[in-house]
């Protein structure tokens, strides 16, 4: 008799269960062996890169590649993923090897995934569910769990049927007859109870977001975003900018949470904030579920790119590309643009002079040595300074309350007497410019 197979399941959906049971790849005891199998139509060298990335996803999540099987065709067979032939030799090499899990490096329709743990006998992970269990990993925050949590359930949400092969007859007994409910169902049910408490959690928590992003959204200070591929360095460029203390490991996805630091020179402040990194194919349950913190981005006055100046072209183009498009997604697409291309001391000076001959409105930063970090600050409050007016008042000497409203709101304020008053000049921001002249015109109109 064929032993009962659980299928892969990620998420706590339909019951409270104790934290040690909720393990992922993770927190296992020991590093998960596993079989690494692609579906692939692409060039050699974008395969490497493909492959290569999934491999590091997996060494995040816990797990360590011990085989892979890659099959070279126009698009995965829609109900196996992979050939009949190929799948054959996968699963006379799992059963003679016994790994713990197979990953593919596409994403499996829930069919797929059933119909391969049916013919391997083992556990099958996609590509989003191995990003969803380092998210779980790396989520700290009460915010940031809740939206880990929901993006799983809707995950999973689709990937019950099968779940539960052994208790797919219905409900009844002595005193109890009728249809009832079937397992599944009442999975699905709980599914969607718990989910419906995610997105009422989340809600809560981001009114508390808002708050904090009407301040800023109504402050003059300039806000810039670092978006980037993840691991291209964003946080410790964040620290190394701003002072910030941003959890910083050579981890994929190791920061989650929006985190938002300013700095200042001259007068001039700039909110620096750091957000979740992308990633190609950055799954959508991710996007949705993080939309409240990836509304930084949004919102931003300036996106700094963030790139990894140690990696060839074609792969930081590559990379490029997914962060143009996840940044689409979020609605960021008119948001200007600074490229920084970070981790040049891992450069040599032939290979730095070609990439700025590739990037020439470029930065080239390290936040290891501090290289560029000047350049950059300055290109921010550059950035800051430009949004800000030029304002030239004649102010009567007893309106001492608009001189007050200037070098309240104002920068490199100067002022010179005249004949009939003050002559006041000042950088502002728009918004508070006009306010200032309201002012002014008030008082005239009623004296």
Same mark, same amino acid.
């Given at each position: 008799m064929?032993?009962?197979?659980?299928r892969?399941?990620?998420?706590?959906?339909?019951?409270?269960?104790d934290?040690a049971?909720?393990?992922?790849?993770?927190?296992?005891?020991?590093t998960e062996?596993?079989?690494?199998?692609?579906?692939l139509?692409?060039?050699?060298?974008e395969?490497?890169d493909?492959l290569?990335?999934?491999g590091d996803l997996?060494?995040?999540?816990g797990a360590?590649v011990v085989?892979?099987?890659?099959?070279?065709?126009?698009?995965?067979?829609p109900r196996l993923?992979l050939?009949?032939?190929?799948?054959?030799e996968?699963?006379e090499w799992?059963?003679?090897?016994?790994?713990?899990?197979?990953?593919?490096e596409?994403?499996?329709?829930?069919?797929?995934?059933?119909?391969?743990?049916?013919?391997?006998?083992?556990?099958?992970?996609d #590509?989003t569910?191995?990003?969803l269990?380092?998210?779980? /990993?790396?989520a =700290?925050? &009460? +915010?940031?769990?809740?939206?880990v %949590?929901?993006?799983?359930m809707?995950?999973?949400?689709?990937?019950q049927?099968?779940?539960?092969?052994?208790?797919?007859?219905?409900?009844?007994?002595?005193?109890?007859?009728?249809?009832?409910?079937?397992?599944?169902?009442?999975? #699905?049910?709980?599914?969607?109870?718990?989910m419906?408490? /995610?997105?009422? =959690?989340? &809600? +809560?928590?981001a009114n508390?977001? %808002?708050t904090?992003?009407?301040e800023?959204?109504?402050?003059a200070?300039?806000?810039?975003?670092?978006?980037?591929?993840?691991n291209?360095?964003?946080?410790?460029?964040m620290?190394?900018l701003?002072?910030a203390d941003?959890?910083?490991?050579d981890?994929?996805f190791?920061?989650?949470?929006a985190?938002?630091r300013a700095?200042?020179?001259?007068?001039?402040?700039v909110?620096?904030?750091d957000?979740?990194g992308f990633?190609?194919?950055l799954?959508?349950?991710?996007v949705?579920?993080f939309r409240?913190?990836?509304?930084?981005?949004?919102?931003?006055?300036?996106?700094?790119?963030?790139a990894?100046?140690?990696?060839?072209?074609?792969g930081?183009?590559?990379r490029?590309?997914?962060?143009?498009?996840?940044?689409d997604?979020?609605?960021a697409?008119?948001?200007?643009?600074?490229?920084?291309?970070?981790?040049?001391?891992l450069l040599?000076?032939?290979?730095?002079?070609?990439l700025?001959?590739?990037?020439?409105h470029?930065?080239?930063?390290?936040a290891?040595?501090g290289?560029?970090?000047?350049d950059?600050?300055d290109?921010?409050?550059?950035t800051?300074?430009?949004r800000?007016?030029?304002v030239?008042?004649a102010?009567p000497y007893?309106?001492?309350?608009?001189v007050?409203?200037v070098?309240?709101h104002?920068r490199?304020?100067?002022q010179?007497?005249?004949?009939?008053?003050?002559?006041?000049?000042?950088?502002?921001?728009?918004?508070?410019?006009?306010r200032?002249?309201?002012?002014?015109a008030?008082?005239?109109?009623?004296g």
């Amino acid at each position: 008799m064929a032993r009962d197979l659980q299928r892969t399941y990620r998420g706590r959906a339909w019951r409270e269960e104790d934290p040690a049971d909720r393990r992922g790849l993770h927190e296992q005891a020991r590093t998960e062996r596993a079989v690494l199998v692609a579906s692939l139509n692409c060039s050699p060298v974008e395969e490497a890169d493909r492959l290569a990335e999934m491999g590091d996803l997996l060494g995040t999540a816990g797990a360590t590649v011990v085989h892979r099987v890659v099959q070279h065709r126009d698009r995965p067979d829609p109900r196996l993923y992979l050939g009949r032939g190929r799948l054959d030799e996968l699963a006379e090499w799992v059963t003679e090897n016994s790994p713990d899990l197979v990953v593919c490096e596409g994403d499996l329709s829930a069919g797929q995934q059933r119909h391969l743990e049916d013919r391997l006998k083992t556990r099958v992970v996609d #590509r989003t569910g191995v990003i969803l269990d380092i998210f779980a /990993l790396h989520a =700290r925050s &009460a +915010e940031g769990k809740l939206q880990v %949590e929901l993006a799983q359930m809707e995950y999973s949400y689709s990937r019950q049927e099968g779940l539960w092969q052994h208790l797919e007859r219905l409900g009844g007994g002595v005193g109890t007859r009728g249809p009832g409910e079937s397992q599944l169902e009442s999975d #699905r049910r709980m599914i969607r109870s718990r989910m419906g408490v /995610l997105r009422t =959690r989340i &809600a +809560e928590v981001a009114n508390s977001r %808002e708050t904090m992003r009407e301040e800023r959204m109504a402050s003059a200070d300039t806000r810039v975003a670092l978006a980037g591929y993840t691991n291209a360095g964003k946080s410790s460029l964040m620290n190394a900018l701003t002072g910030a203390d941003v959890d910083v490991d050579d981890a994929l996805f190791e920061t989650l949470d929006a985190t938002t630091r300013a700095f200042s020179k001259d007068g001039m402040k700039v909110l620096v904030s750091d957000t979740v990194g992308f990633i190609r194919h950055l799954p959508h349950q991710l996007v949705e579920s993080f939309r409240s913190t990836l509304d930084e981005v949004r919102d931003a006055h300036l996106i700094v790119h963030v790139a990894d100046a140690s990696e060839d072209d074609e792969g930081r183009a590559a990379r490029a590309a997914a962060v143009e498009e996840a940044l689409d997604q979020v609605g960021a697409h008119d948001v200007p643009r600074l490229l920084v291309l970070n981790k040049v001391d891992l450069l040599d000076e032939e290979e730095r002079d070609a990439l700025l001959h590739r990037h020439r409105h470029a930065i080239l930063t390290s936040a290891t040595t501090g290289e560029g970090l000047d350049d950059l600050r300055d290109r921010l409050l550059t950035t800051a300074r430009a949004r800000w007016e030029r304002v030239e008042l004649a102010v009567p000497y007893p309106r001492g309350d608009v001189v007050s409203a200037v070098y309240a709101h104002g920068r490199d304020v100067t002022q010179e007497a005249g004949a009939d008053g003050t002559v006041i000049r000042a950088l502002m921001a728009p918004a508070d410019a006009a306010r200032v002249r309201a002012l002014l015109a008030g008082g005239a109109t009623r004296g």
